[in-house]
T-cell receptor, first 117, second 111 residues
Framework: DARVTQTPRHKVTEMGQEVTMRCQPILGHNTVFWYRQTMMQGLELLAYFRNRAPLDDSGMPKDRFSAEMPDATLATLKIQPSEPRDSAVYFC???????????????FGPGTRLTVL | LAKTTQPISMDSYEGQEVNITCSHNNIATNDYITWYQQFPSQGPRFIIQGYKTKVTNEVASLFIPADRKSSTLSLPRVSLSDTAVYYCLVGAGGATNKLIFGTGTLLAVQP
C-alpha cells in the first residue's frame, strides 16, 4: 500500500531556529504539494512541484520559507528563522499530473505538527 | 482569482443522503473540481473528481451544472463514520497555477 511519508511527525522548536520537514512522495508520482493547515486559515497551498520544477510557490513567504526537491524521492520544506506564527500542521501530498493545470488526485501524508515557542 | 465557498457545517442522521455544495464562480475553463474528506489528525483523502455533469464512484456522486460555477457532493446513506470535514478544490483561474481549497464543511452524522 503506497503512501506518502513525512518526517518528523511532531516538532517543537524555539523561535529563530531552523526547521526542516521532509516528504517522500509515492513512487512514480511526478507532482509534490506542500500545504499548511491552521484553525484560522484552513488548508493553504504553499508550493507545488511537477517533475521537480516549481509550478507555484506564491503561497509561501519567500523571506523565510524554501521548498526544494533534491531528487524525485525527496521533497523538503525549510523555515529559517522560524516564528511562533509558523505553528501549524504541514502536509505533503503527491500525485501524477500530465498538464500544467489539471488538479490531479492528491495523496496526502500524515503531516508534521510544528510548534514554535 | 477563484474563490470557493462552502457551508461551515451540516448535520445529518444515519441513513440519510447528504448534499454539500461548493460555489466557485471564477473557475477556469480547463480546471477540474475535486472533493476531499479529512478526519481529525489525518491528511485529506480524495473522494471524487469531475469536470462537468455527473460523476459517480463507489462512495459518492458529484453533480456539476452546465455553468460549472458550483458543484454538489452527494453522499448516499451516511453513517457515523462519515463525520468529517469535506473540502472542494479547484484551480485559482487566471494565469496562475495556484490551487484553492474551500473553507471546508464539517459534517456531523448523528445516530
Amino acid at each position: 500500500d503506497a503512501r506518502v511519508t513525512q518526517t518528523p511527525r511532531h516538532k517543537v522548536t524555539e523561535m529563530g531556529q531552523e526547521v526542516t520537514m521532509r516528504c517522500q512522495p509515492i513512487l512514480g508520482h511526478n507532482t509534490v504539494f506542500w500545504y499548511r493547515q491552521t484553525m484560522m486559515q484552513g488548508l493553504e497551498l504553499l508550493a507545488y512541484f511537477r517533475n521537480r520544477a516549481p509550478l507555484d510557490d506564491s503561497g509561501m513567504p519567500k523571506d523565510r520559507f524554501s521548498a526544494e526537491m533534491p531528487d524525485a524521492t525527496l521533497a523538503t520544506l525549510k523555515i529559517q528563522p522560524s516564528e511562533p506564527r509558523d505553528s501549524a500542521v504541514y502536509f505533503c501530498a503527491s500525485g501524477f499530473g500530465l498538464s500544467m493545470r489539471d488538479t490531479d488526485t492528491q495523496y496526502f501524508g500524515p503531516g508534521t505538527r510544528l510548534t514554535v515557542l | 482569482l477563484a474563490k470557493t465557498t462552502q457551508p461551515i457545517s451540516m448535520d445529518s442522521y444515519e441513513g440519510q443522503e447528504v448534499n454539500i455544495t461548493c460555489s466557485h464562480n471564477n473557475i477556469a475553463t480547463n480546471d477540474y473540481i475535486t472533493w476531499y474528506q479529512q478526519f481529525p489528525s489525518q491528511g485529506p483523502r480524495f473522494i471524487i473528481q469531475g469536470y462537468k455533469t455527473k460523476v459517480t464512484n463507489e462512495v459518492a456522486s458529484l453533480f456539476i451544472p452546465a455553468d460549472r460555477k458550483s458543484s454538489t457532493l452527494s453522499l448516499p446513506r451516511v453513517s457515523l463514520s462519515d463525520t468529517a470535514v469535506y473540502y472542494c478544490l479547484v484551480g485559482a483561474g487566471g494565469a496562475t497555477n495556484k490551487l484553492i481549497f474551500g473553507t471546508g464543511t464539517l459534517l456531523a452524522v448523528q445516530p
